[in-house]
T-cell receptor, first 116, second 112 residues
Framework: GAGVSQSPSNKVTEKGKDVELRCDPI?????LYWYRQSLGQGLEFLIY????????KSGLPSDRFSAERTGGSVSTLTIQRTQQEDSAVYLC??????????????FGPGTRLTVL | SQKIEQNSEALNIQEGKTATLTCNYT??????LQWYRQDPGRGPVFLLL?????KEKRKERLKVTFDTTLKQSLFHITASQPADSATYLC???????????FGRGTSLIVHP
């Protein structure tokens, strides 16, 4: 079956521009996560959506970062006025939250963002 | 502050040997611990989950142990193969939380 997909796979932008990154989770997965991974670094949590609950935005590094999840499915991560330190791979994951498969996350291939 | 440590140096082993990777944590009381595999240019892939009341979990050639006293998990791959070469990440979850905290991962290189 289809896994988590992300687009674009690569994005090169100029400092100060806005970018939008898209994530299509696995159908039926109620939980969706965004992470950031810099070279040699671990996965940095950004934001978590679960069903119709208010998202957990505690990982967003600044107010330039925002995310939406429409209709409980597709999510868009927006970075405004990009800075060079925003360059990283942005990973999306979805999961089916249940007792039997506790939070096993399915990751997309990521979007590599380069800010010049 | 909470801290997860995985060996930043790559682990090089010979094909057929057992690879053992370590995940140590401090200032954390995880209820669950997960291991993921990540290949270059790809997202992590879930491998195993172990609960705090479980000492050991096995899946095919994989074995995970969880020692809450030592605050450590060991991840073993027996009869390792070059195809096992990848970065392995551990992730911890507190009870009631759905947001894991990931370690930086350890690179495993299996030589033929």
């Amino acid at each position: 079956g289809a896994g988590v997909s992300q687009s674009p796979s690569n994005k090169v932008t100029e400092k100060g521009k806005d970018v939008e990154l898209r994530c299509d989770p696995i159908s039926g997965h109620t939980a969706l996560y965004w992470y950031r991974q810099s070279l040699g670094q671990g996965l940095e949590f950004l934001i978590y959506f679960q069903g119709n609950s208010a998202p957990d935005k505690s990982g967003l590094p600044s107010d330039r970062f925002s995310a939406e999840r429409t209709g409980g499915s597709v999510s868009t991560l927006t970075i405004q006025r990009t800075q060079q330190e925003d360059s990283a791979v942005y990973l999306c994951a979805s999961s089916l939250v249940s007792v039997s498969s506790y939070n096993e996350q399915f990751f997309g291939p990521g979007t590599r963002l380069t800010v010049l | 502050s909470q801290k997860i440590e995985q060996n930043s140096e790559a682990l090089n082993i010979q094909e057929g040997k057992t690879a053992t990777l370590t995940c140590n944590y401090t200032n954390y009381s995880p209820a669950y611990l997960q291991w993921y595999r990540q290949d270059p240019g790809r997202g992590p892939v879930f491998l195993l989950l172990i609960r705090e009341n479980e000492k050991e979990k096995r899946k095919e050639r994989l074995k995970v142990t969880f020692d809450t006293t030592l605050k450590q998990s060991l991840f073993h791959i027996t009869a390792s193969q070059p195809a096992d070469s990848a970065t392995y990440l551990c992730a911890l979850l507190s009870g009631g939380s759905y947001i894991p905290t990931f370690g930086r991962g350890t690179s495993l290189i299996v030589h033929p």
